[in-house]
């Protein structure tokens, strides 16, 4: 049964580095979009937000 074993041992590790890949890919976005929307630094006040930027509302209502 050693081939079974190692087969599905084998497809473990591949499933657990996709779920890293896509995990890190959300992040990345979402951090993305977490930045752009918040304060500006000094002298990029005045800067055009990317048109690929969701506007977040900064007061929700709960």
């Known amino acids: 049964m050693e ?3 190692s ?3 084998e497809g473990a590790g ?3 580095a996709a779920v890293f890949v ?3 890919l959300a992040a990345a976005g979402l951090g993305s ?3 752009y929307n ?3 630094p000094t ?3 005045d800067k055009e937000r990317p ?3 969701p506007e977040v509302d900064p007061n929700p209502h709960v």
Do not use: K, M, T, Y
């Open 51 to 53: 048109d690929i930027v």
């Open 33 to 35: 979009i977490a930045w």
């Open 38 to 40: 918040s304060r500006r």
């Open 43 to 45: 002298g990029w006040e």
């Open 7 to 9: 087969a599905a041992q």
């Open 3 to 5: 081939p079974a074993v």
């Open 22 to 24: 896509v995990g890190f």
């Open 14 to 16: 591949v499933s657990l």
